[in-house]
C-alpha cells in the first residue's frame, strides 16, 4: 500500500508541476518586448491596452499596427526628454487632469473605473496615456517658455 502512495503523490506532483508551467508559459506571452527605447521596454500588453483605450475614446489607430507602437515610442522619448530637463509630474496634477478627463465626459471616478474594467483597460494604463500629454505639454512650455509667441491660454484651445 505505501508503494501505491507514493507512486500516486509522485505522479501528483508531476501533474502539477506540468500544469503550472504551461499556465506560467500562457502569462509570459502576454509580456512580449515588442520595442526598446533607450533601455526602457514597450511590450505587446502595452500596445494592447492602448489600442483598447484609443478605441474605447473612439480614436482611430487602426490602419496600421505599428501606429500605436509608433504612438508609444513617441512618448517614452517624450518622458526620457523630459526627465533628461528635471520635469516632473507630482501626483495632484495627474489627478486634476484625470478629474478634468471626467468632468468633460460627465463621469465619476467608479464609472470610469467600470468602463476600463469593461473594455480590459488597466488604471496604470490610463493614467500613463493622461500623464504623457500632459508631461509632454509641461515640458515643451517649460522649455520654450522664454521663445514663445503664445500664451498659455491660447496653447489649450481645442485644435
Known sequence: MPIFFRSFLLLFVVCCTL???NISIAENKSFVIKSRVNGEIITNFDIKQRESLL?????NYEKEKTNVKTLLIDELLQKQFAQSRGI?????EIDRKVQEFMQARNLNEKKLRDILIKNNVQWPSFENYI????????SVINTFRNEAMIDEHHLNLPP
Do not use: F, T
Open 19 to 21: 500544469g503550472w508551467d
Open 55 to 59: 478605441r474605447l475614446l473612439n480614436i
Open 88 to 92: 516632473l509630474l507630482n501626483s495632484k
Open 131 to 138: 500623464s504623457s500629454r500632459l508631461l509632454w505639454k509641461k
